[in-house]
């Protein structure tokens, strides 16, 4: 009888166990799921904002969206979302004086000559270009494109989720500087130069050699001037002097 009553207790707890485990694993599912949701509307909600924002350029950016729909490349459409839902405030600034300040940087590296003209000028006073109002749908899917090229080519890449990619790989621009199709630059003059040089799956170390060939080839961060940021072609320009 004692028995009996020891097993029908085991049995008890085991049935309480098992529907105890049942139960936080619906809640963690059913949490996962509202936070998911959450993060989707939102989404939703700034790409909408970004699409309004744009007013006739509206077209331009939906373009993308439907580019990639219709390839049926869930990865890339969500890049696209992605650049599209953080695109609102992102801006570069209308400058007439831009190619006399380039030329005053360059003569700083080529003559070590300061132009004092520009210590202080005040380039935030200037009218801002809103991407949103301009960007055209060839330059995000070609951007698109390059910066899925580059996170495939190397070994490192494997080790950047999706997210990390988003954040730190897939932008097209990192401040104010111009609008610029950078990349096709880029992946043209440099990859080379690091495929001969970079041969282990370690990151820090092709970021080591870039900046070494950078810092060989003469170039410095600029704080002679009080000056708008320089986009990534005049950057390869001055290394190219």
């Known amino acids: 009888m004692q028995n009996k009553v020891i097993k029908r207790a085991t049995m008890i707890r085991r049935n309480l166990g098992r529907k105890l485990y049942v139960v936080i694993c619906s809640t963690l599912l059913i949490m996962t799921l509202q936070l998911l949701s959450s993060c989707t509307l939102n989404e939703d909600r700034c790409i909408e904002d970004t699409l309004t924002f744009a007013g006739d350029n509206r077209q331009e950016l939906e373009r993308v969206l439907s580019y990639y729909e219709d390839k049926r490349d869930t990865l890339k459409w969500k890049a696209a979302r992605f650049l599209i839902a953080n695109m609102k405030d992102k801006f570069s600034y209308d400058v007439p004086e831009l190619d006399s300040i380039r030329q005053a940087m360059i003569n700083v590296k080529t003559l070590n000559v300061v132009d004092k003209r520009w210590r202080g000028f005040n380039y935030k006073q200037k009218l801002k270009i809103y991407d949103a109002c301009v960007i055209t749908a060839d330059f995000l899917i070609e951007n698109i494109e390059l910066a899925f090229e580059s996170w495939q080519r190397y070994e490192w890449g494997k080790y950047y989720s999706f997210d990390k990619f988003c954040k730190y790989l897939l932008p097209y621009r990192i401040g104010d500087e111009p609008l610029e199709r950078w990349r096709v630059k880029y992946r043209d003059c440099y990859v080379p130069l690091l495929d001969s040089l ?30 708008p940021h320089q986009g990534a072609l005049f950057f390869a320009e001055m290394l190219d002097r």
Not at 209 to 221: D, L, P, S
């Open 198 to 227: 970079y041969r282990v799956a370690d990151v820090i170390e092709a970021t080591s050699i870039m900046q070494n060939y950078a810092e060989h080839a003469g170039y410095r961060y600029c704080t002679d001037f009080n000056v």
